[in-house]
């Protein structure tokens, strides 16, 4: 901005401006004027007409001097803007390379990136960010910015928060960061996924319309970093925890730029246009005019297998021992945490022709529960049956990727939230087990009901019960295990 030099002004008041020469109406300067002869009131004129030209150039000088200042304090602000698209396009290319570009899309160079945050303040859900960053729709057309350009992806997570302000937590409370689930998160995306570029699919009530973008995974911010930052001014803010409580609905009320992804039902949002608009569930189990979309982009395993090493502090068990070996077996994994009975669990599995088929079961949870491990043991199943707990991202994913077949023991009954008619105030909610049986394409058994909403996900063999007994479920894991088996030994 430049700089208004202030040479003179009237003094306010009502004062005369000439207060300081004598007043004509009472004091004639004529008659009393020294006289003056031709030269001398030439000189008088002529320094006078020098020195307006002076004052004019050094005031033109003082003034593109403030506008290079101003010019040179602009560029360095940018700068550090400028770094980061020049990151984006080292990583992916001009935006004129891009499919579909066209004359039209050169205006919109002018103008920056698109910039997203997304927020988490629990310690879980870390599994949804990939597909968030992937597949949530945004109002890009009502932004003051450009996604003919990859748009800016960052991220205020756990950290922030730890550890006087843990929303929640699954498991004992963490005492110190690094032993957060977050951190396992953190390294996966330092290692795999910072400074990249990929493909966005613009979904609309869960179907893709054609339309693509790019996102550019940039940096874990803070929360103070959300305005003052290089990257410029936040366009949308996604809470990929929402409904943990029923603030999330005043906030995207007040907040032009919140937006919510939502685990579950909440019935409020039927009368709530404005707010459902600004919303996205993972489940598929909503009207068509609901913005939906499977969580499914979890990290790609090349080895098709991991260490399995437990939760690196001494909890559970090591890995199956066919597994550790490279013995080829079966592993059965079934998901421990969520209301689940393990003790059944690990019932069921007794019942299947475990030996003739060498069998192994993993129960993966966060806590274990007592009355399971004293029946494994009871049935003799130690060498069997392992409870693991991998706080590791990468090596959890891993980990379920060696599983041969997959059993969420999720059921009508005992989990009535994840179908249709769900509970009071709540219903609808996806089951974590069917991103891991949809994304690393595992065989799996379960309940009919279960089966028949995502059976058009579903693209491993699939056996189903219809009964929620030891017996219904053990027949079905018995004939997926002998199908296996018999593939394995063609």
Known sequence: MHKRIKTSAKPTGGTNYYSGLPNSSTHNPVTHRAPRNTY?????????????????????????????????????????NDMVINKIQANHGHAEEHPGYSRDAQKSQLLRPCRVILENAIDYHHEVIESVVRRFPLPWHTFNCTTSKPIIYDFALFQNRFPDRILFSIGEKPKHLNQTEFW???????????????????????????????AYYNDLVSENEYE????????????????????????????????????GYVPELDSMEYVRNKTCWISPMFPDDYCSFLPVDLPVISNGGGNGDGDGNGDGDSPPTHLANGKR?????????????????????????????????TILTRRIQPPAKKRRTKLGLDHR????????????????????????????????????TGVPGGGRSLTGAIPLIVAYKLASVMHADLAAIYRKFLTAPIEIYTEETVESRAEALTRMVVTLSEKIHE
């Open 40 to 80: 001398t009131q030439c000189c008088c004129s002529l320094w006078i007409v020098k020195g307006v030209l002076c004052f004019s150039l050094i005031l033109f000088a003082y003034q593109s001097l403030s506008y290079e200042m101003a010019s040179v304090d602009n560029e360095d602000k940018t700068m550090k």
């Open 184 to 214: 396992g998160w953190k390294q996966y995306f330092e290692d795999a996924l910072q400074h990249t570029t990929v493909t966005r699919s613009e979904n609309a009530n869960g179907k893709v319309d054609g339309t693509h973008t790019f």
């Open 228 to 263: 003052d930052s290089p990257n410029g001014p936040v366009d949308a803010i996604i809470d990929i925890s929402c409904g943990i409580d029923k603030k999330f609905i005043s906030r995207i009320e007040r907040d032009k730029r919140a937006f919510c992804l939502l685990h």
């Open 329 to 361: 077996g079966l592993n059965v994994c079934a998901p421990g945490g969520g209301g689940r009975n393990q003790k059944s669990i690990v019932d069921i599995f007794y019942k299947i022709p475990y030996q003739e088929h060498d069998v192994t079961l």
């Open 385 to 420: 049956v392992s409870f693991l707990y991998e706080k590791g991202y990468v090596e959890f994913a891993e980990l379920v990727s060696q599983c041969d077949i997959y059993l969420p023991m999720t059921d009508p009954k005992t989990r009535p939230a994840h179908f249709w």
